[in-house]
């Protein structure tokens, strides 16, 4: 029924069987914003957020799919600046998950913030000795370049490219686009530290705090390593899970196992400063304002067992199973690893959100729990269900996939 | 980040060893800075309580066992971890005197600072207050209500400084060196075992002067180098020793 609109050349389900799909996201995404409309009718009082815990689940989705959506402007770095051709075959998949992750994460914003309607305040009164100024001004501009490099993908749609201007608007911000993926690298690199930033100066909180270079404490440069460790491998498992849903081949296994690649040695890096860092931080700060390592950690909930996980299963593990060429070769190791590299970054913003500030640092202060309430699920799931709505129409709809015909010819 | 120095540094000392836990300092100040009772106060995760009285004890047990109680406002820090991440200049440490203040209008509701503060002495409106039956007409007129979404803290009953510092210029008197006693915050005035002093750290003729200089005078949570204009007095050395943390071989 909607074959004229399919790319050229591919084949896709009938409209009824894609329709019955997008009830299913659609159903979450009208539960989130049902949340939603709660939260801001009511306040955010309504979240299982309290004065202890200022920041929950909704800022540690945020950091997570910032630096899950980093595959982005990494991708787009090394394609575009470093000339990588290969990776043309899933620059647009790592452009479409940076839009997604970006735009959901200013969403998730929108409510995470107590005064919604003055959330330009930053631009208007800003604080240029705050790290989340820096992150206000870069994630706005990164979100702008992020949308001019989807456009072109949009303008490719077969009809809307039968259009002589719209095909020679695209084409031009084609050319261009090394621009603005520099523009992008520059912003993303500096949001995805500042995010880091954000913790390490609060000198206040010895779980996250860290000496460091200039203004920048250490955590600015080991997010920016996670992010660059870990977006790569999610646009590979996004990838992969569109090809198992769909049963087609999209991309080139070698293309995903140079993700692989690139992820795998940026992560390598990143392991060898993180535990580092972790091993300064635990036998050369924090005796400093008179606490311990074993102080750091608390039952369950916070137990050692977050860091060594962390550090260990979802870090050295898939950093070495992604650099050794055999391992990476093998789909579902590849996939094994890039699950344990994105898992590890995900507990890696969820301490330094809530660990950090579930630590009772004065003395006479107890431990708090912090558990998320369903008006904070609903809405972080509302982001997964619009990300896969707008991936399922891109999909279906735009020529996301160029080695998509020669890979599925019969 | 550099730190600002003021000719005058409002200062509040408690004394711990008077102070009987009877909470009227936290009642005194909800009453003053129109704290709107919350429908669920149980949750006091979710009170707005700027100051709020802590419970120490020895560790013991009965009968050795003791009890102190800790009232605790904002710290008003020299070196305050909530000012230099605030992304919108809503909370400043620019006024002579030191205290830390926190621009309602301005605030977006981040709560970065909640984040940053280890005393966590800043509080978030989480819901829209509601002042029952008629109370609204009890509201302290020199106070401003906040509306939900911003974070909101002890401010030294700022306003009375506002105050004090009118009735000095009407007196003839230089506004920024106010005589002792001539401000004062609502919890020391409903304090009834005279815990809590307040005045001007800097001026020899306050009381807190001496005050400060006790033997037995700490600060919260002195290693980490926020520098308090709030301090605590206690001849019992298990108060002081929860002072701050301490490693093993680092005790008192």
Redesign the interface.
Known sequence: MDSNLFPEGVKRCGLPKFLLWMVFPTIILLWGAYAAAKIFYYGIGVTGLDNYFGFGLWITFDLAVIALGAGAFFTGFLKYILKIDQLKNIINLAVILGFLCYSGAMLILTMDIGQPIRAWFGYWHPNVHSMLTEVIFCITCYCTVLIIEFIPIILEQKQLNKIPFLHHFAHHLHVNMALFAGIGTFLSTFHQGSLGGMYGVMFGRPYAFREGFFIWPWTFFLFVLSAVGSGPVFTVLVCTLIEKMTGKKLVEYKVKALMGKIAGTMLCVYMFFKIIDTWAWAVGYLPTVGMTFDQMFYGNVYGQWLLWTELVLCGIVPAVMLITPSIRNNPSLLYTAAILDCIGVSINRYVFTVQTIAIPVMPFDNWEIYVPNWAEWATSLMICAYGALVLSLCYRYLPVFPQEVKLNKK | ?QQMEFDTKWTMVVDVDKCTGCGACMVSCQAENNIAPMEEGS?K???LTWMLV?E?NNGKEFPNREVAY?PRPCMQCGHP?CV???????TTKDEEGGIVSQIYP???????C???????A???????PVWPGGMDKALSPSTSTR?????EKCNFCHTRLMDARARARSEGLDPNKLPDGWYQPACLEACPTGAISFGDVKNPEHKVHELVKNPNAFR??E????DPQVYYISRRDWVRE???????E?KH
């Open positions: 980040m949750n995760l979710k009170t802590y120490l800790l971890a230099p991440v605030c992304p919108v200049v809503a301005r605030c977006i509701g981040c709560r970065y909640m984040a940053a503060c280890p005393y966590h800043r509080y978030f409106g989480w819901l829209d509306p939900r979404g911003v974070v919260i949570l290693s980490i180098g926020m929860q002072s701050d943390n301490h490693v093993a680092d």
